[in-house]
């Protein structure tokens, strides 16, 4: 297969405009209308108040402490930080009956089907805890980047939806999105090193956007996601993004939904010696 997308190379390489669509579908095949699918397809990403409500809202925090507490401290789904607090939990709707349940709510399924054109699947699933006081962020990327390069997804037909788990504010590590960048992909520097999952989940270095390129997109806007527990936030697979560390006494845990199309099945990696585990990359 031609890679339309080259990455991790041994020298700079000019940023590739966009082959594919951002929404694949329309504004009469799902609950977005035109307005909402045209702000996606634009700035990269959509706010979606009110994704999860009521009784399931309410008990999204208990579900947080007893997914960590159901694992085996060894298990490779737990990230964690330099100071052995959790950073991330993958597969939790695969752990969590609740977080299952929340992959199928009306607010969430149909939007991930209308905005990649038909039938999905979940390629990746997360907890991020950003938890209070010591929590560390995520450098500047393009998470199709690595899901390209380490994961052999083909193209870009896929979706992260973010829901709040606890309240979102502009100080507490909050999850950044810089407007438009879905629109281009830019090839990163460096070949992927071994078993690179092993730090990359607590530290990426490889497939980071350099200085220049990040200054030069940054002109089109910084946008923050911001909003209460339960709120939802959508953004392509390609717009680059990244958090800062949270040192204040509110943890930012957002639950990432990563749905892709089933027309999008992952190959074998772009740039990478052997694919990633399933947790990373489901098969
Ligand atoms: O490597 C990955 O798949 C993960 N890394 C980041 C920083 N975002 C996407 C995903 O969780
Ligand atoms: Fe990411």
Same mark, same amino acid.
């Given at each position: 297969m031609i890679d339309p997308y080259p990455t991790r190379l041994p020298h700079p390489a000019a940023p590739i405009a966009r082959i594919e669509p951002t929404v694949w579908g329309t504004a009469n095949t799902g609950p977005l209308d035109q307005g909402a699918l %045209?702000?996606?397809?634009?700035?990269?990403?959509l706010l979606q108040p009110n994704t999860v409500t009521g009784a399931r809202r309410a008990d999204l925090d208990d579900e947080l402490r007893s997914i960590a507490a159901s694992l085996d401290t060894s298990d490779p789904?737990?990230?964690?930080?330099? %100071?052995?607090?959790?950073?991330?939990?993958?597969?939790?709707? +695969?752990i969590s009956a609740a977080v299952k349940q929340m992959t199928e709510l009306d607010t969430v399924l149909p939007v991930a089907q209308?905005?990649?054109?038909?039938?999905?699947?979940?390629h990746q699933a997360r907890i991020n805890y950003m938890s209070a006081f010591t929590s560390t962020g995520f450098y500047w990327h393009s998470d199709f980047e690595t899901w390209?390069?380490? %994961?052999?997804?083909?193209?870009?037909?896929? #979706?992260?939806?973010?829901?709040?788990?606890?309240?979102?504010?502009p100080h507490n590590g909050t999850l950044m999105t810089i407007n438009g960048t879905n629109r281009t992909f830019y090839p990163c520097v460096g070949a992927?090193?071994?078993?690179?999952?092993?730090?990359?989940?607590?530290?990426?270095? #490889?497939? #980071?956007? %350099?200085?220049?390129? +990040?200054?030069?997109?940054?002109?089109?806007?910084?946008n923050q996601f911001v909003g209460p527990a339960g709120t939802g936030f959508w953004?392509?697979?390609?717009?680059?993004?990244? $958090?800062?560390?949270?040192?204040?006494?509110?943890?930012? $845990?957002?639950?990432?939904?990563v749905f892709n199309s089933v027309d999008n099945r992952l190959v074998e990696p772009f740039a990478a010696p052997k694919p990633r585990p399933p947790y990373l990359g489901a098969r």
């Open positions: %045209d702000g996606y397809s634009n700035a990269g990403h789904r737990i990230i964690r930080e330099a %100071d052995g607090s959790i950073r991330s939990i993958f597969e939790p709707h +695969l209308q905005i990649l054109g038909g039938e999905v699947y979940i390209h390069a380490e %994961d052999g997804m083909p193209t870009m037909r896929a #979706v992260s939806c973010v829901i709040a788990l606890t309240d979102n504010y992927t090193p071994a078993d690179n999952h092993a730090t990359s989940l607590a530290g990426q270095t #490889v497939g #980071v956007p %350099d200085q220049e390129t +990040l200054t030069a997109a940054a002109k089109q806007g910084i953004f392509d697979c390609n717009t680059l993004h990244g $958090s800062n560390s949270n040192i204040t006494p509110f943890p930012r $845990s957002n639950l990432f939904l």
